[in-house]
């Protein structure tokens, strides 16, 4: 169950410089139930399921943008979000229980929700009534961010807080309509690192130490994140 309770309002200091403030404070609340099998010594020993999770948070946002023109804008903005374990990720948070996903699962430990806080500024405009293009920077920052931890039982893992994460890069735009053709070209370059030490168990892993695990070092890249991606788009009407 997600429950939230919001506003927001845009004052406009002068016809061109406008500031909008929000909030919202989110309520979640996971609850589990049910029964598991959990293998010990070769021995199925019953297991409980249940369990009652609950996070709450006041997640703020601040924007301004500036229009000297009509065809010019510049824009900056800093927000604050929040995400609540999934029912999946709170029920394989046990590295003594690690889970062969997503059939098996066991009554595990609690999770911190992942928080982000995000800066982000830029400039849009127009090279014609029909064509519009836009540039941004950006940084988002997580803390206790959740990632799949594999075990050292082959095929197994499990979710764990692994501390701050970021993400930061560029992201530039182009869009517009020539006649009965639309189209749009989005490019993004993205730096997502890991920015708290922890370690891996990854015995199989070639770089791995003497007790198989791959120690995670401040700045390494999270892997799955491309770091750049192209978007091409195009319509006939």
Known sequence: DYFGLYG?????????????????YNVALVRLAGTTLDRTDDTLVPGNLDGKHS???FNPAVGL????????????????????????ELAC???????????????????????SRTWEGGVRGRLSDAINWQAGVFRTENSDDIQFIASNTSGSGYFQNVGNTRRQGVELGLNGKLDQFSFAVNYSYVDATFQTPFAASSAANSSADVDGNIQISKGNRIPGIPQHTLKLRLGYQ
Not at 95 to 105: E, I
């Open 93 to 115: 948070a046990d590295p003594l229980h690690p889970c062969a996903l997503p059939n098996a699962f066991a009554g595990d430990p609690d999770l911190k929700m992942v928080v």
């Open 8 to 24: 927001t309002d845009t004052f406009s200091i002068t016809d061109k410089l406008h500031l909008t403030v929000s909030g919202r």
């Open 55 to 57: 996070y709450r948070r």
């Open 65 to 88: 943008n500036y229009n000297p023109t009509r065809s010019l804008g510049f824009f900056a903005g800093y927000n604050e979000g929040m995400r609540a374990p999934s029912p999946i």
